[in-house]
């Protein structure tokens, strides 16, 4: 098993667990961007530039979503 297949079963084994087990579209998604995050960080050296370069947008995309999910959250503390 490679490196990268051993990724992919990992992503998709906390997809599954974390969606079953979690009501919460929010908590979701940052769980799945601390895994991604992860992810990139203990095995970045080991991965193959293509499949980083694959992860990055992902890894932008649910941290713009996390951005705005922080922004909602201090909107309702302050209001």
Do not use: C, Q, R
Not at 38 to 47: H, N
Not at 49 to 61: D, H, S
């Amino acid at each position: 098993m490679d490196v990268e297949d051993a990724i992919i079963l990992i992503i998709a084994i906390w997809v599954v667990v974390s969606f079953s087990l979690i009501k919460s579209i929010e908590i979701y998604l940052t769980l799945l961007l601390i895994l991604l995050l992860v992810i990139m960080e203990v095995a970045g050296s080991f991965i193959n530039p293509e499949i980083k370069k694959g992860l990055k947008p992902a890894i932008f995309f649910i941290l713009f979503v996390f951005l705005i999910i922080i922004a909602k959250k201090v909107i309702e503390v302050v209001s």
